[in-house]
C-alpha cells in the first residue's frame, strides 16, 4: 500500500520532488518535497483507492469505531468517503471553534464516550492533528487514533504523538515515495542521500 498510494501522488503531482531546486515552505523551511494531496479529490479513482485503504485500517486497528472525523481542511472531504463505506457517522473537527452561532469545534452529532477515528491528509509536525484529537478528548469522546495519507516522518511528529499517546497510522510515507520516485526515473540515485538528509534535519537543508 505504501508504493502504490506514493506511485498514485506522484502520478497526480500532489507531491512534487525538487532535491536540487527546493520549494520554501511558508514556515520558512527549504523543502526539497511540496505536497498539496487536496488533488486527490479530483481523482475518483484514487480518492476511492485511499478510502478503501483509511477503511482497511480502522476495519482492522479500531473495529470499535463508532464515528470518522476529518481534520479540517484536507481530512474532511476523505472523512465523508471513508464514513460511507463503514456506515459510519462522520465528524469535522476545525482548527478552533467559531466565533459565532453556536461555537463548534466539532461539526456533526457526537455523545460522549464516542469512540472516534480522525482522518487527516497529510502529517508534517503533527500539532495540527494532535490539537484536532485533544478537541474530540475534551469534547468527551475516545479519540481512538489519527490515520493519515502521507507523512514526512519527522522524528519530532513522531514523538510528540507519542507523547499525547495519540496512535497513528499512515497509508504513505517519506520513505516509500523517495523509493517509488526513484523506482521510476523521478529523481536520480545520487539525489537519495540529500532527500534523507532533510528528514533528518530538514532546519539545516540547503545551508
Not at 520554501?24 to 479513482?45: E, F, H, K, Q
Not at 494532535?130 to 511528529?157: H, M, S
Request: include cysteine.
Amino acid at each position: 500500500m505504501p508504493a502504490r498510494i506514493a506511485g498514485h501522488l506522484l502520478e497526480i503531482g500532489a507531491v512534487s520532488l525538487r532535491p536540487q531546486d527546493p520549494f520554501t515552505w511558508t514556515s520558512g523551511i527549504v523543502s526539497p518535497i511540496y505536497c498539496d494531496n487536496r488533488l486527490t479529490m479530483s481523482y475518483p479513482a484514487i480518492r476511492d483507492t485511499i478510502a478503501e485503504g483509511f477503511a482497511a485500517v480502522i476495519r482492522a486497528k479500531y473495529p470499535d469505531c463508532e464515528a470518522v472525523a476529518g481534520i479540517a481542511t484536507g481530512g474532511i472531504p476523505h472523512a465523508a468517503w471513508v464514513a460511507d463505506k463503514l456506515g459510519l457517522p462522520m465528524l469535522y473537527v476545525r482548527d478552533k471553534a467559531k466565533g459565532h452561532g453556536k461555537t463548534n469545534q466539532i461539526e456533526g452529532h457526537f455523545k460522549p464516550g464516542q469512540k472516534v477515528v480522525l482522518i487527516e491528509d497529510l502529517i508534517s509536525t503533527g500539532g495540527s492533528s494532535l490539537k484536532a484529537a485533544v478537541a474530540v478528548r475534551e469534547a468527551g469522546c475516545d479519540a481512538q487514533g489519527v490515520v493519515a495519507i502521507f507523512t514526512y516522518q519527522f522524528q519530532n511528529a513522531l514523538d510528540a504523538f507519542a507523547a499525547e499517546n495519540v496512535p497513528l497510522d499512515t497509508l504513505s510515507n517519506y520513505s516509500a515515495l523517495i523509493d517509488t520516485a526513484l523506482a521510476a526515473g523521478k529523481i536520480r540515485q545520487a539525489d537519495v542521500a540529500l532527500l534523507q538528509s532533510w528528514r533528518e534535519n530538514p532546519q539545516a537543508f540547503g545551508k
